[in-house]
């Protein structure tokens, strides 16, 4: 079985099609499996949604997403993000509305734990300290837990003195055993790291279990035109260009 694996797809479809093009033309996939935020940011949150519909994808609800349909209030989002959900809300249709209403915060698949934010706040806690690493080690059964929110990409592991950020090397095959592990695929639609790509993960069970991070171009300057023809703050657009 494989699965691809997306966060953070954020309303960007040109970046979710590259990543799926790019998927389905090099190995394929059985499975996808989103760590939540489909919409919020960017110009096409209702197309992103039946996209992953049309390919059965398994999904949690992220922050965005729940904003999105009035299940979380924006008072905690910067301006920026703030105006973008806004006007995500008044895009979704009643049938959209009801799907991002029925994603669960948490999900087990294989021997994954998948969660948007952390395992111990899926909706908000972002895993980028060894203190919030250490804690999230210890709200999950399963081996290996996956996770969004940051768009950055990670793998992290455990230590007797707490945890350790490795980098997720591109296209190199890590394989899986027994360790427990916390994996960050990085952003599909906005990438915070300085590299403006998509950012993705494909995890491989029938290959002694390996994963690979791997990253695709996309056509930026036509998401931000869309941005713009949108009335999206100029901020979320110009901030694509440069992956931060």
């Not at 998927?23 to 197309?47: C, I, K, R």
Request: charged share 25%; hydrophobic share 40%.
């Amino acid at each position: 079985m494989r699965a691809l694996i997306v966060s953070d797809v954020h309303s960007n479809l040109e970046a979710f099609e590259s990543v799926l093009k790019y998927a389905g033309e090099n190995g394929g996939f059985d499975q996808l499996w989103s760590l939540g935020d489909l919409v919020g940011y960017g110009p096409d949150p209702a197309a992103c949604i039946e996209l992953i519909r049309r390919h059965k994808g398994i999904s949690v609800a992220g922050n965005h997403d729940l904003a999105a349909i009035g299940r979380l209030s924006i008072e905690a989002f910067n301006e920026h993000a703030a105006a973008a959900n806004i006007w995500t809300a008044g895009q979704l249709n009643n049938d959209q509305v009801a799907f991002l209403g029925s994603l669960p915060l948490r999900l087990e698949m294989e021997d994954f734990t998948l969660v948007h934010g952390s395992p111990r706040d899926p909706v908000w806690e972002y895993v980028v300290s060894a203190a919030s690493a250490v804690a999230s080690f210890l709200h999950f059964d399963t081996n290996r837990c996956l996770v969004g929110h940051s768009h950055v990409p990670f793998i992290c592991r455990p230590r007797e003195d707490g945890a350790a950020f490795i980098e997720f090397p591109l296209d190199t095959p890590i394989h899986l055993d027994s360790e427990r592990l916390i994996i960050n695929p990085g952003g599909v639609g906005q990438p915070r790291d300085g590299d403006a790509r998509a950012s993705f993960a494909v995890f491989d069970s029938e290959q002694k279990a390996i994963i690979f991070h791997h990253r695709v171009q996309y056509d930026v300057a036509k998401t931000q035109e869309k941005m713009k023809e949108r009335g999206l703050p100029k901020y979320l657009a110009d901030r694509l260009e440069y992956g931060r």
